[in-house]
Nanobody, 123 residues
Framework: VQLQASGGGLVQAGGSLRLSCAVSGSTFSRYAVGWFRQATGIERVFVARISQSGGITSYADSVKGRFTISRDGAKNTVYLQMNTLKLEDMAVYYC?????????????????WGQGTLVTVSS
């Protein structure tokens, strides 16, 4: 399974970005997907996750109400819509997948990782 994250960039605080995670190499519907982020000097932390079917989602408290995770089976892609971005959201964002109904909130729960996409938030 290969994951390709994209959509990062430079945005002003209060702005929006949409990240994409394209999944290939296996049956998309078998995989639950999570988004994690890693700021400089800080460990990788959970951001959001979505189940195989898309019917279950959950978020870190720090992004709840501002970020939305979704998936499109026709495009084999998972999205992370990020609104009202804050300076503290600046990080490299990674998507990850696991062949399970839903992944956990720990990075060790996932078997496959994308390369990361950088989100920079300016004041």
């Amino acid at each position: 399974v290969q994951l390709q994250a994209s959509g990062g960039g430079l945005v002003q605080a209060g702005g929006s970005l949409r990240l994409s995670c394209a999944v290939s190499g296996s049956t998309f519907s078998r995989y639950a997907v999570g988004w994690f982020r890693q700021a400089t000097g800080i460990e990788r932390v959970f951001v959001a996750r979505i189940s195989q079917s898309g019917g279950i989602t959950s978020y870190a408290d720090s992004v709840k109400g501002r970020f939305t995770i979704s998936r499109d089976g026709a495009k084999n892609t998972v999205y992370l819509q990020m609104n009202t971005l804050k300076l503290e959201d600046m990080a490299v964002y990674y998507c990850a997948a696991v062949n399970a109904v839903i992944g956990g909130t720990e990075s060790g729960s996932y078997d496959y990782w994308g390369q990361g996409t950088l989100v920079t938030v300016s004041s």
